[in-house]
């Protein structure tokens, strides 16, 4: 029933080029932290290490380096850079700082870095919570007065659990401005 081109086919050996093309590709499609290139990187070897267990992956983890390196000096890679798309793709979603901080260290990205583009960048949590709000329509942005009575603290459980200060999550829930 099954060809033999249709059984999924085993991991290719890691060589120094095929890595750096593995590296260029993923950058054609995504922005990357070094940290997060370097996982990417180093997942796809563990991935043949598992395959053949006789494999030792020493001399490809200082491939992954090299590629690193290679990627940073032609500013293939760029950890302020890919911070800085970060910290507004997840303000534009309403995401608070903290949860942005977090997610950024995940990646690999320097607190220093952090901390500076955040100097530069004009961040309100009240507007950040509004937002939020007005996309998950909860509080004030709920259509029906009863609904938003009834449902003030599953609100305010929302807000506070995707991050956001209880007082600042208690003011936009109380308050009727539009």
């Not at 494999?55 to 500013?75: F, G, L, R, S, T």
């Not at 949860?99 to 004009?122: A, H, M, P, W």
């Amino acid at each position: 029933m099954f060809t033999e081109k249709s059984k999924k086919s085993s991991p290719k050996i890691p060589t120094k080029a095929r890595l750096r093309n593995i590296a260029l590709y993923y950058l054609e499609r995504f922005e990357s932290s070094e940290e997060n290139l370097r996982t990417v990187l180093r997942r796809r070897i563990d991935k043949y290490a598992f395959f053949d267990k006789e494999y030792h992956p020493e001399q490809a983890y200082q491939w992954v380096e090299e590629v690193i390196d290679e990627c940073v000096k032609h500013n293939f890679v760029n950890d302020e850079r890919f911070a800085g798309f970060k910290i507004n793709s997840y303000l534009s979603a309403g995401k608070p700082k903290r949860y942005i901080e977090q997610k950024l260290k995940q990646k690999g990205i320097d607190e220093n870095i952090i901390s500076r583009l955040f100097e530069n960048t004009e961040y309100s949590e009240l507007d950040t919570a509004l937002n939020f709000a007005k996309k998950k329509k909860i509080g004030r942005f709920r259509e029906d007065e009863e609904k938003r009575i009834a449902n003030r603290q599953k609100d305010l459980g929302t807000l506070v659990r995707a991050g956001f200060d209880y007082d600042v999550a208690k003011e936009v829930l109380d308050s009727n401005e539009d």
